[in-house]
C-alpha cells in the first residue's frame, strides 16, 4: 500500500512540535545540525555539536528512551547543555537564521 500521500515532511515537522516540549527539542537538534554542517564552525563547537547529536540519536544514553517522557528529558539536558557551552557562537547561527 502506498502511504506516500498522506506523509510530507511539512506535515511530520508540525506534528512533533505538537508534542509537548519535543518541537523545541527538534528546532534546537536542527540548529545544532546547521552549526556543524556550516564551514565557518570552529572545530571545537563541531565537537560539541556531534557530541549533543549523537547522544540525541543514540538509543540507549543514559536513559533509554523508551522510558515515557524520561528518555527525552535527558537528551534534551543534553542539548541545552551542549547550546549554553556554544554561548556567542550559538547566537551567531540563530542571528544568521533570524536573517535569512
Do not use: E
Amino acid at each position: 500500500m502506498d502511504y506516500s500521500r498522506h506523509y510530507s515532511g511539512r506535515k511530520f515537522r508540525h506534528k512533533l512540535k505538537n508534542i509537548s516540549g519535543i518541537g523545541q527539542l527538534v528546532d534546537q537538534a536542527g540548529g545544532l545540525y546547521g552549526l556543524l554542517r556550516d564551514p565557518a564552525t570552529p572545530r571545537w563547537v563541531k565537537a560539541t555539536c556531534v557530541g549533543a547529536l549523537g547522544y540525541l540519536i543514540l538509543p540507549t544514553d543514559a536513559v533509554a528512551d523508551i522510558i515515557p517522557v524520561a528518555g527525552y528529558l535527558d537528551d534534551a539536558g543534553m542539548i541545552t547543555a551542549a547550546i549554553a557551552s556554544l554561548g556567542s557562537q550559538w547566537q551567531r547561527r540563530a542571528d544568521q537564521s533570524a536573517a535569512d
